[in-house]
């Protein structure tokens, strides 16, 4: 009852290495949003708020990248 065979083995590894490809450009596609977003709000506080408000938004912007890549991290070592 608690045996596989072969090809359920290797199918569910196969399931799990595309899970890990998809897993992979996850990541890399939500660090590109994180990245475009923080430049297109930095460009926007610039134009409307002055170089202040810019360079708190671009504070803003990295340390929540940084974030994400952290949170990335951790999950990755949790595996």
């Known amino acids: 009852m608690g045996q596989q065979s072969p090809e359920e083995k290797a199918a569910k590894a196969?399931?799990?290495?595309?899970?890990k490809i998809r897993?992979?450009?996850l990541k890399v596609e939500f660090q590109g949003w994180t990245l475009g977003f923080?430049?297109?709000?930095?460009?926007a506080a610039y134009?409307?708020?002055?170089?202040?408000?810019?360079?708190?938004?671009?504070l803003g912007s990295?340390?929540?990248?940084?974030y994400l890549r952290l949170l990335?991290?951790?999950v990755d070592a949790g595996e």
């Open 47 to 58: 134009s409307l708020y002055g170089q202040d408000v810019a360079i708190s938004y671009a």
């Open 38 to 43: 923080g430049l297109v709000g930095g460009l």
């Open 62 to 66: 990295a340390a929540g990248f940084m």
């Open 72 to 74: 990335s991290r951790s």
């Open 23 to 25: 897993y992979e450009q």
């Open 14 to 19: 196969a399931a799990a290495a595309a899970e």
